[in-house]
Nanobody, 121 residues
Framework: VQLQAFGGGLVQTGGSLRVSCAASGLTLSNYVMGWFRQAPGKEREFAASLSRGGTNTRYSDSVKGRFTISRDNAKNTVYLQMNSLKYEDTAVYYC???????????????WGQGTLVTVSS
C-alpha cells in the first residue's frame, strides 16, 4: 500500500497550485481521504477531507473557500486545488486515507510522503 503526493512547488502569493495523491495497493474510492499540512516548526494540521462517496467535503477555516478536494476514481488519484494562495499556506502537504471521517491525524491509517508547497510573498 502506497500513497504518493506530488505536484508541490514554488508559487507567488495569490497564485494557484494543484497537488495530487496517487495510490497503489488500495482503491481510494473505498476510503475517506484527507489532506493535511505541516509548516516548519508547527504541528501537522487538517486542511480538507472527502467522504468515500465523494459527496461530503470538509475544510479547515483557514482554507475554506480557497481550496477544493476532489477525486478521480478512474485514475485512483485525489487532488487538492489551491487558489488564492497566501504566504501562510507554505507547508509540506500530506495526503491520507482512512475509514472514518475526521480532522485529526490518528484518524487516518495510510499516509503519503508529503510534497512541499512554498508561497512567496
Amino acid at each position: 500500500v502506497q500513497l504518493q503526493a506530488f505536484g508541490g512547488g514554488l508559487v507567488q502569493t495569490g497564485g494557484s497550485l494543484r497537488v495530487s495523491c496517487a495510490a497503489s495497493g488500495l482503491t481510494l474510492s473505498n476510503y475517506v481521504m484527507g489532506w493535511f499540512r505541516q509548516a516548519p516548526g508547527k504541528e501537522r494540521e487538517f486542511a480538507a477531507s472527502l467522504s468515500r462517496g465523494g459527496t461530503n467535503t470538509r475544510y479547515s477555516d483557514s482554507v475554506k473557500g480557497r481550496f477544493t478536494i476532489s477525486r478521480d476514481n478512474a485514475k485512483n488519484t485525489v487532488y487538492l486545488q489551491m487558489n488564492s494562495l497566501k504566504y501562510e499556506d507554505t507547508a509540506v502537504y500530506y495526503c491520507a486515507a482512512g475509514t472514518v471521517i475526521g480532522t485529526r491525524p490518528p484518524t487516518y491509517s495510510y499516509w503519503g510522503q508529503g510534497t512541499l508547497v512554498t508561497v512567496s510573498s
